[in-house]
């Protein structure tokens, strides 16, 4: 049984903005047995081994709210057209980079040809690395829906529903493949000339079929929610995770403050930032964004994360990332647009990333501090983000990662089993 002492360190526990000069944490089991100033520590055991961080820099690990493993660092028209195969082989390249670059838990938004079941579950019995998962399927939505396309063979990789017993049968076959999260399209994207957001797919009734089949089952919703119609839709029908929410009326403010204690919201800003940056890579030129309105979502995003933290909900870090203009490994890059275009400090930031994720994630409070019986998931960094996030997207910097009291090192190499040093 794991049974170590860190010590000599700057602690952020992740409960609020302190940092502990001379901080330690102790790990026994899978668990955190005590964290605070070393001075105050409790009696250690005999076997316990104790490890001098020389003032290195230790934090909960990070959460990832809104991930898609499966994606392949490809283009967005690109991301179903791989065997699944090869899409299950970097899969696992991918959760090893998550795990890697600081976040010890994912949530799932989505999974392409469905691979995150095998995934979840070969993390779970340690066969690879990877983050802990809350695995997803295939995305849920209408006829004519942003799930839709009359691309060949796409029925693969999304679940078509229309009216309320056809959506609890899709929700029922995603129970039988033991996925934690379903995902639904709630409204569109900006790309998609036939499901814009604000374009509502279902009913009210649609959708509260497909959280109330969801919710007896043990499962949680997450959905794709751009414009106040989608958002207020989403949460009256009890959603747990909203993404986007990127155009808010006083109504979707208020019903999102109403909620704040059982459902979070993620803008997932990365994608809409990274399309204007670098989207002519992939064909999608500046202008031509902006023609279609990603430029003002990016600005309805920054004032409407103002007023929802203004109201005290929970905002989480995670967009998207699994394209060629957001690869996975990356995913530290959202706290440096939480800092910048969110106007948040940098604690702030790094809580929405751990104790505001880890709620998220499991909102039994195991996840997200480094309290006493929380999971023993950190990130050691060569360096102190609470004052600069940014250096937590250099791997460099990342020392080591825990998760369940093992210890991950150089797992973002690209072959992190290959050394020359005999």
């Not at 409790?42 to 001098?52: A, G, V």
């Not at 919201?265 to 930032?273: L, M, Q, T």
């Not at 990332?321 to 106007?343: M, Q």
Request: aromatic share 6%.
């Amino acid at each position: 049984m794991t049974d170590m002492f860190l010590h000599n360190a700057k602690l952020f526990v992740g409960l609020d903005g302190e940092v502990v000069d001379n901080g330690a944490v102790w790990v026994r089991g899978h668990n955190i047995a005590w964290s605070g100033h070393t001075q105050d520590a409790p009696t250690l055991s005999e076997h316990t081994t104790h490890h001098d961080l020389g003032g290195q820099f230790v934090m909960p690990g990070m959460t990832e709210s809104h991930v898609h493993l499966s994606y392949a660092n490809a283009g967005p028209t690109e991301l179903d057209k791989q065997p699944v195969q090869t899409a299950m082989l970097d899969a696992v390249d991918n959760a090893r980079m998550v795990l890697g670059s600081g976040f010890t838990s994912a949530i799932s938004f989505g999974s392409a040809q469905g691979i995150d079941i095998p995934l979840r579950d070969a993390i779970n019995a340690k066969r690879i690395p990877g983050p802990r998962l809350l695995a997803s399927d295939r995305d849920v939505g209408a006829t004519g829906s942003n799930a839709d396309s009359s691309a060949a063979g796409r029925e693969a990789h999304k679940l078509i529903a229309d009216g309320p017993w056809a959506i609890r049968s899709a929700v029922r076959s995603l129970a039988k493949k033991r996925v934690d999260v379903v995902k639904v399209f709630i409204d569109g994207e900006n790309l998609n000339d036939h499901a814009p957001p604000g374009v509502l797919s279902w009913t009210d009734e649609e959708v509260n079929a497909a959280v109330d089949e969801a919710h007896r089952r043990n499962m949680r919703v997450a959905c794709h929610a751009r414009s106040a119609a989608a958002v207020k839709q989403s949460v009256r029908a009890g959603i747990d995770f909203i993404g986007h929410a990127n155009y808010l009326d006083d109504e979707a403010v208020d019903l999102l403050a109403a909620a704040k204690d059982r459902c979070v919201v993620g803008p997932g800003i990365a994608f809409e930032v990274a399309l204007l940056a670098n989207g002519d890579q992939i064909g999608l030129p500046r202008k031509a964004m902006e023609a279609r309105g990603y430029q003002r979502e990016v600005d309805e995003t920054i004032a409407s994360v103002k007023r929802l933290r203004e109201v005290g909900v929970r905002v989480t870090v995670g967009g998207d990332y699994g394209l060629n203009i957001t690869p996975h490994g990356s995913n530290a890059k959202d706290l440096e647009y939480f800092v910048d275009l969110f106007g948040m400090s940098d604690t702030d930031a790094l809580l929405a990333a751990t104790r505001d994720g880890g709620w998220a994630f499991d909102p039994e409070g195991r996840a997200g501090t480094l309290e006493p019986d929380t999971w023993a998931d950190l990130v050691i960094i060569d360096g102190d983000p609470s004052q600069d996030v940014t250096m937590l997207q250099d791997h460099a910097r990342i020392t080591a990662v825990m998760k369940a009291g093992v210890i991950y090192r150089g797992i973002t190499r690209p072959d992190p089993r290959a050394d020359t040093n005999l």
